[in-house]
């Protein structure tokens, strides 16, 4: 477990978008990713009958979609314990193996740092 303050605060922002999509969409899972600029995309659980994407998915398809080469962080809001390792290699796809991904709960607390690879 990784407590939320060892986190630098771009890293704090990050969990702290993620927290808000989630809640303010009503979704199983917020994310936020932040690319070699420092842009951050926000994105929420994608559940249609024909589409199905976690919420990081939908946010590394953002980040691609608006033209980042790459990222430096993520961050998934979430009740699971672990990320499934489609979410991870989306991140790695995009990042590469070292990128940080960052697993908090509801609360934003920070259960898990990760690396994409």
């Given at each position: 477990?990784t ?12 969990v702290t978008l ?8 009503g979704?199983?899972?917020g ?27 939908t946010?590394?398809?953002m980040?691609?979609?608006?033209g ?7 961050a ?10 489609e ?12 990128t940080?991904?960052?697993l908090?709960?509801?609360d ?10």
């Open positions: 477990m407590d939320s303050t060892d986190l630098g605060p771009e890293d704090r922002k990050i993620a927290r808000s999509a989630r809640a303010r969409n979704v199983p899972e994310a936020a990713v932040r690319d070699e600029t420092g842009r951050t995309y926000v994105a929420g659980t994608v559940a249609l009958d024909s589409l199905k994407l976690s919420a990081l998915q946010a590394v398809a980040a691609v979609a608006s980042a080469q790459s990222l430096e962080a993520a998934v809001v979430s009740a699971v314990d672990a990320l499934p390792g979410d991870l290699a989306a991140v790695r796809d995009l990042g590469g193996a070292g940080p991904v960052f908090a709960g509801a934003g607390e920070v259960k898990a740092a990760l690396q994409a690879g």
